[in-house]
Nanobody, 124 residues
């Protein structure tokens, strides 16, 4: 089956940097938009950054200028470079991708896939 696996989360000091990676694997036909979302305790999940297959990006106002989303289409990977991190950035970060791929029963569908999340903690 198609799956997304995030990596790179951890503990970082305010003002520090962290780079998240997300790799899509499985029987993939095409990958469309990819992006990062985050959810802090007691808050709803919010969009952080997205990137189209052509490289167009969109950012939440709270992270614009500090975060950079990029992708390597050949590797089916999306990245999130996070700089000047703030305690308010603390959250579980989820990778998201719109993918045309095969399910376990070999049926091909375009669907919205999510990773399991990686925790980013910004604290001194």
């Amino acid at each position: 089956q198609v799956q997304l696996v995030e990596s790179g989360g951890g503990l970082v000091q305010p003002g520090g940097s962290l780079r998240l990676s997300c790799v899509a694997s499985g029987r993939i036909v095409s990958i469309y938009d990819m992006g990062w979302y985050r959810q802090a305790p007691g808050k709803q999940r919010e969009m952080v950054a997205t990137i189209t297959s052509a490289g167009s990006t969109n950012y939440a106002k709270s992270v614009k200028g500090r975060f950079t989303v990029s992708r390597d289409n050949a590797k089916n990977t999306v990245y999130l470079q996070m700089n000047s991190l703030k305690p308010e950035d603390t959250a579980v970060y989820y990778c998201n991708a719109i993918i045309l791929g095969a399910r376990s029963d070999s049926v091909i569908r375009k669907a919205d896939y999510w990773g399991k999340g990686t925790l980013v903690t910004v604290s001194s």
